[in-house]
């Protein structure tokens, strides 16, 4: 019987060892993965100070484009000068080069660089002053495409309605209506609505314009409803 019980006991080390040992060598297998994670991740830089002071002294013949800039917030130049850093990075031009001036060496490197930046920055400037009409189209794109998603629903058929109301375009006869499925419907308002935007569009963004808001007016009174 104490030989058994010794060598239970025996057991019960050996396998609380293993234990201790696996415990202590995954602790140690860890730290070495997150030392080798941290060697391999870039570390962010925040530019922006000195891009700042870089684009005072390179603007000097661009004063729309300096005027834009200079009336970012710091927060809007710092993520304007990230994306500047990693569209140079992509073309193999490190920031730092133009910062502390070290690509002065080389006058047209320096000319090369400068005059890449700055065309990057009028496509960034382009591209944020035409939001309105880009997210306008997207979404006239995905009324007209994404007939079986719900999420548009609602607006292709205000606007839908809205343009057969005040007779812009024809309103599908009742006998197809009741005949056609759901998803049908909503294809022949989306060809209906392509149809008119296609000769109409700047009356077509008002309509669809007052049409989104007037649907989410009717969804935020649902939504109060309901909370209440």
Known sequence: MTLILIAIL??????????????DYAR??????????????????????????????NLGEEPELKAWIEGLSDDGLGALTVRVAGFAADLNIQMEWLLDNSVEIS?????????????????????????????IFDTYNKLVTLNADSRFMAL????????????????????????????????????????YAAHHWDEFVRILAESAREVNAKTHSTDQAAEG
């Open 10 to 23: 025996c057991v019960f080390l050996l396998i609380f060892a293993g234990l201790w040992w696996w415990d």
């Open 28 to 57: 140690t297998l860890s730290g070495r993965i997150r030392q080798k994670v941290q060697t391999m991740t870039p570390k962010t830089v925040d530019y922006s100070p000195e891009f700042r002071g870089w684009l005072e002294q």
């Open 107 to 135: 006058p047209r490197l320096k000319s090369t660089c400068q005059s890449i930046l700055i065309n990057y920055l009028k496509v960034c400037q382009q591209g944020i002053a035409g939001q309105s009409d880009i997210t």
């Open 156 to 195: 292709r058929q205000m606007v839908f309605a809205r343009l057969t109301r005040e007779g812009r375009v024809e309103s599908i006869p009742a006998y197809e209506m009741i005949m056609a499925s759901e998803l049908q419907r909503q294809e022949q308002a989306s060809t209906a609505i392509k149809g």
